[in-house]
């Protein structure tokens, strides 16, 4: 194992002692089934991004907040805020592009690379040690996508 795997494990150890770090060694892939150019896309990521008007996440949940927040696609930057704690919040104030990359995949679809984009767009906490409920939010979100004809997940993670 990577010496980069061992010190992210010591750091999580110390941080909460019971997390199994699990290492997936046959992760699913699924091929995109049409070009780009055909895909509507939605944005993943797991900055702890939501509207100003949403409950913030639960930062103080030692486990980890396994919500999630819906980003609808005309969200402007300005009705977004950050709530976690795990990362420095520098380069998401100065272009929340960095992690949430709404503005670029926009241009995408003005320049037809992409078909369209989702009318929703989501948004987890990272640092989550207790996954079982993230699963189960994933696999919920994972549905709505379907339902909203998405091709493409983009996962951002921070």
């Known amino acids: 194992m990577s010496d980069l795997l061992e010190n992210a494990k010591s750091y999580i150890r110390k941080k909460y002692p019971p997390f199994e770090y699990t290492v997936?060694?046959?992760?699913?892939?699924?091929?995109?089934?049409?070009?780009?150019?055909?895909?509507?896309?939605?944005?993943?990521?797991?900055?702890?991004?939501?509207?100003?008007?949403?409950?913030?996440?639960?930062?103080?949940?030692?486990?980890?907040?396994?919500?999630?927040?819906?980003?609808?696609?005309?969200?402007?930057?300005?009705?977004?805020?950050?709530?976690?704690?795990?990362?420095?919040?520098?380069f998401i104030n100065e272009d929340l592009n960095c992690v949430f990359p709404i503005d670029r995949m926009r241009e995408f679809v003005q320049e037809g690379k992409i078909k369209s984009l989702s009318e929703e767009h989501y948004s987890f906490m990272g640092h989550i040690y207790e996954t079982g409920p993230l699963i189960e939010n994933s696999k919920k979100i994972g549905e709505r996508l379907k339902e909203l004809g998405v091709d493409i997940a983009f996962l951002t993670p921070t």
């Open 24 to 90: 997936s060694d046959n992760p699913k892939v699924t091929p995109l089934a049409k070009p780009l150019n055909e895909c509507k896309l939605a944005l993943v990521t797991t900055g702890g991004l939501h509207l100003k008007t949403d409950i913030p996440f639960d930062t103080k949940f030692i486990e980890g907040d396994c919500s999630y927040r819906i980003l609808p696609n005309n969200v402007k930057h300005e009705d977004i805020m950050v709530t976690h704690e795990s990362y420095n919040h520098e």
